[in-house]
């Protein structure tokens, strides 16, 4: 997505400075009555809750954003309203935090109990700061930058519609060449063992699990 592919790059270069803190919110509110939302709050169709379907794009985003880092522990703590019972099956509401080896904090949240509609990135670096709101949708994604000595601004690095039409042409590209995709196999199967290791916190009333898990 050639927007959050702009946030790395001005990370990269050094544009804000040393990240300090990472923050990553998404949610929605599910609706039973509505047949695309009824298989996510089923376990056996979705597999988990909300941190299946959409908090795993915080997660993987913000990871993004600190090659070479690794995650060395995770706490969470479920937020789902009670008594609530679309959430029988699934978590509604979880909220975690990754602590980096670098000393970078990583604090998000997935939600099927918010309204409206929220996906938003922040990155906070000693020099400036970018919010991105929306950050992971198909068409409207954007960036404000602030600090740095200038006054904010907001900006658009490319068409999101087309990121799944790029990333085909990359799994081709990698393929012809024989070289590794951007987005490989190993990250997915990272981002299921810190989803796990979510769970396990959550389910533990937030207890801290190590990890040593490279990004």
């Not at 706490?75 to 602590?99: K, S």
């Not at 939600?111 to 000693?126: A, E, I, K, W």
Request: net charge negative; proline share 7%.
């Amino acid at each position: 997505e050639p927007n959050n592919r702009e946030v790395l790059r001005r990370i990269t270069a050094g544009e804000l400075g040393t990240i300090r803190h990472i923050s990553a919110d998404h949610g929605f509110s599910a609706n039973p009555d509505y047949p695309p939302h009824q298989w996510r709050l089923e376990k056996l169709l979705g597999g988990g809750g909300s941190l299946y379907d959409i908090g795993v794009y915080g997660l993987n985003t913000s990871l993004m954003m600190l090659p070479g880092d690794r995650v060395v522990g995770v706490t969470a703590h479920y937020a789902t309203p009670r008594n609530d019972p679309r959430f029988v099956e699934v978590e509604g509401a979880v909220d975690f935090r990754l602590r980096m080896a670098s000393g970078i904090s990583v604090q998000g949240s997935s939600s099927y109990c918010t309204s409206p509609y929220v996906s938003r990135q922040r990155y906070f670096g000693s020099e400036a700061s970018i919010e991105m709101q929306p950050a992971t949708t198909y068409d409207d994604n954007r960036i404000l930058l602030e600090g740095g000595g200038q006054p904010p601004r907001e900006f658009r690095a490319g068409n999101p519609m087309r990121q799944f039409a790029a990333q085909m042409d990359g799994f081709s590209a990698a393929a012809r060449a024989g070289k590794p995709h951007r987005t490989p196999g190993e990250m997915g199967l990272r981002d299921m063992k810190l989803i796990e290791a979510i769970y396990a916190s959550a389910d533990a009333d937030g207890a801290v699990v190590a990890m040593n898990v490279e990004v």
